[in-house]
């Protein structure tokens, strides 16, 4: 079975402290995904990676950045958290340009 | 830019009825593929269904299939035989053909009355 790991299920955090969501997987999938969960705008892509130490910007990167040291390991960072990044954080994984996304169990972040 | 939209935020189904959720994306693209997650209250996206744009058949898997119309850009999910696991959060996603990268849908909230 394909398993998706996350560091927490829930997190709070303060304003302006600096964040580390990590996540890893075990299929040596090389393809790994971040996306933020809101009521009533599904999921949004914040950044995505192909390749270790490879990076994309999804569609909403603005205030996160994203490391990728090992395969198996793709981390989120928030720089200043902010309350409007209090949210649900969905990392996923697949292989190759077809294959389906394993996803992990979210960590739903509070900044406050 | 692709999009999704799912125009219900919550439906609601008698335990043994079949319930169709809605969804339409707008594409320029021939070939992609479109899913279909569940989301139950314990956070684990699921796979339910997928179907590929270059397939005219409907995707079928046990109690859930698909409507897929390709000219009107729809892509409704139908469950039958409904049943109390049922109850989730549902997203469509959207994949186009030149990577791996998804576009979801608002989501739709399903409810399953015993």
């Known amino acids: 079975d394909v398993k998706v790991t996350q560091s927490s299920r829930y997190l709070v955090k303060r304003t302006g402290e600096k964040v580390f969501l990590e996540c890893v997987q075990d299929m040596d999938h090389e393809n790994m995904f971040w996306y933020r969960q809101d009521p009533g705008l599904g999921l949004r892509l914040i950044y995505f990676?192909?390749?270790?130490?490879?990076?994309e910007k999804g569609d909403i990167p603005e205030g996160y950045s994203v490391s990728r040291e090992k395969k198996e390991r793709f981390s989120l960072i928030l720089e200043s958290a902010s309350t409007n990044q209090t949210s649900m954080y969905l990392c996923?994984?697949?292989?190759?340009?077809?294959?389906?996304?394993?996803f992990g169990p979210g960590t739903r972040l509070t900044v406050t | 830019a692709q999009t999704v939209t799912q125009s219900q935020p919550e439906m609601s189904v008698q335990e043994a009825e079949t319930v169709t959720l809605s969804c339409t994306y707008d594409?320029?693209?021939?070939?992609?593929?479109l899913f279909w997650y569940k989301q139950p209250p314990s956070r684990q996206m699921i796979l339910v269904i997928r179907?590929?744009?270059?397939?005219?058949q409907n995707a079928t898997e046990n109690r859930f299939s698909v409507n897929f119309q390709k000219a009107a850009k729809s892509f409704s999910l139908k469950i039958s035989d409904s049943q109390l696991g049922d109850a989730a959060m549902y997203f469509c996603?959207?994949?186009?053909?030149?990577?791996?990268?998804?576009?979801f849908g608002e989501g739709t909230q399903l409810t399953v009355n015993p």
């Open positions: 996603a959207y994949r186009g053909p030149g990577g791996s990268r998804l576009t």
């Open positions: 594409t320029s693209e021939s070939d992609y593929y």
């Open positions: 990676s192909y390749d270790v130490k490879m990076k």
């Open positions: 179907q590929e744009a270059y397939k005219q």
């Open positions: 996923a994984s697949s292989r190759g340009l077809r294959g389906e996304q394993y």
